[in-house]
């Protein structure tokens, strides 16, 4: 029998832009298009534009008075599912992206008593949109760092789009989502949920007494 447990994903928009800019975001455009693709399987999301928020330079999970990442991180940690979405710029993922990751280097300090960090039995996808090469080396990068900080990565769960090089169009300009694109998002969307729902029946055990 299926399981339908609710599963909770929280996502994470990297643009440069912050939301009051005129200019719509591709990047938020395919966040959406990965929860709608989620919600047949259960999971419900919300996205925060990490440019709305004062998150400090730095690799620790608190840097001090007006830093905004403390509030995020425990909505990060709350998910069932973690979506990070970032454009590319110069074939990387973007500046914001990095401080994302940059800041989770904390999680490596903070393991439990059987030395779990505190993302273990968590699951993430990256998003990634943009109008140049660079879309296979942001997820390189970013699913390494995810990885390192004890996010599960399911099957198939890189998401992307990338334009025609040196062109003007943007994915929030694409009216209908291209089929290889949305068989794309359907397996990520099914196999995040899938896994996460194992994880979260079940997680990892951990190592007895942190050995």
């Given at each position: 029998m299926p399981d339908d447990t609710p599963l909770k994903a929280f996502a994470l928009n990297c643009s440069l832009r912050p939301s009051s800019s005129d200019r719509p975001s591709s990047t938020d455009k395919m966040i959406a298009d990965l929860l709608a693709a989620m919600a047949p399987h259960g999971v419900t999301g919300t996205t925060e534009r990490v440019a709305d928020f004062d998150v400090k330079p730095g690799v620790l999970s608190d840097m001090g008075e007006g830093d905004a990442w403390p509030a995020l991180r425990k909505r990060v940690l709350e998910a069932d599912i973690f979506i990070l979405g970032t454009p590319i710029w110069l074939g990387h993922p973007s500046s914001l992206a990095r401080r994302v990751l940059e800041r989770m280097d904390a999680f490596l300090s903070e393991m439990d008593d059987q030395s779990r960090m505190p993302p273990t039995g968590k699951v993430a996808l990256v998003a990634v949109v943009?109008?140049?090469?660079?879309?296979?080396?942001?997820?390189?990068?970013?699913?390494?760092?995810?990885?390192?900080?004890?996010?599960?990565?399911?099957?198939?769960?890189?998401?992307?789009?990338?334009?025609?090089?040196?062109?003007?169009?943007?994915?929030?300009?694409?009216?209908?989502?291209?089929?290889?694109?949305?068989?794309?998002l359907s397996t990520a969307a099914s196999n995040a949920a899938h896994l996460a729902r194992l994880l979260k029946a079940q997680s990892y055990p951990g190592l007895p007494d942190g050995d």
């Open positions: 943009g109008n140049e090469d660079g879309a296979h080396a942001s997820h390189a990068t970013c699913f390494q760092a995810l990885n390192d900080v004890g996010f599960t990565i399911p099957a198939n769960s890189g998401v992307y789009w990338v334009g025609e090089a040196m062109q003007g169009k943007d994915y929030v300009d694409v009216e209908t989502i291209p089929e290889p694109l949305e068989l794309m």
